[in-house]
C-alpha cells in the first residue's frame, strides 16, 4: 500500500490542528487582531521566507530530474514573496530586516536541516509547510477588511495549484522511498507542522 503525506500527517491530527488553527488567524478573521501583532508576524515571516528560499535551494542536490521545474518555480515564487516582502516593510514601517526571535530561528534550523536530507524526507517537509499555510489562511477566509487583501494573498489560485503540485510530487517520491526514509517523512511532518503551530504563537509571546 502506497503511503501519501497526507497519510503521514494524519497520524498527528492534534497537531495539524494546532498548526491550521490559531487565535492570530481568528483575529485576521474578524478584525480583532491588533496591527502591532500582525505587523511583528510579518517581519519574522519575512525571515523565515528567505530561509525557506535556501532550503529549496539544497533540495536540488538530491532532487530526480521530474522535480527539478517545481522546485525552480518555488525558488522563484519565494524570491518575489522575498521582495513583496520588502515593498511592505516600506509600506508599514516595518523592522525588515528584524531580529529573529527564538521560534523563527527554530524553525529556519528545522527547514534546512530537513532540506539536506533524503528528497523523499525534504520534499516532505516543504509540503508540510505549504499546505498547513494555505490550509491556516484558508481559516481566515473572506478575511476583515484590514487584512483581506493579506488573506486572499496567501489562499489564492496559483498558491494552491502549487501546493497541490508539491504534493503530488512528495506522493511520487514517498511511493519510491525505503521504509526508513517514509518513517523519516512521518518525523519531519510531525515537526513542521510543530513549528509551524510555534510560529503562531510566537507572534503573541515572542
Known sequence: MTTTVRDLAAL?????????????????????????AFDRWLEQDRLFVETLTRAWGLLLVDAPTDDLALI????????AEVEWFEELGTERALAIPA??????EAYNAHLLHAAGRPHPVGL???????????????????GAPAYRPFVEHWTD????????????AADRSLAEASAAEVDAARQV???????EATFWAMTFTG
Do not use: K, Q
Open 189 to 195: 511532518i510531525a515537526l513542521t507542522v510543530g513549528h
Open 157 to 168: 489560485a496559483a498558491f494552491a495549484a502549487f501546493v497541490a503540485r508539491l504534493e503530488t
Open 124 to 142: 516532505s517537509a516543504m509540503w508540510a509547510v505549504e499546505a498547513t499555510y494555505l490550509e491556516a489562511w484558508r481559516s481566515a477566509l473572506p
Open 72 to 79: 525552480s518555480d518555488g525558488i522563484a515564487a519565494f524570491v
Open 99 to 104: 531580529e529573529a526571535l527564538a521560534a523563527t
Open 12 to 36: 498527528d491530527p492534534a497537531g495539524w490542528t494546532a498548526a491550521t488553527s490559531h487565535p492570530f488567524l481568528d483575529g485576521a478573521a474578524d478584525g480583532s487582531l491588533p496591527a502591532a
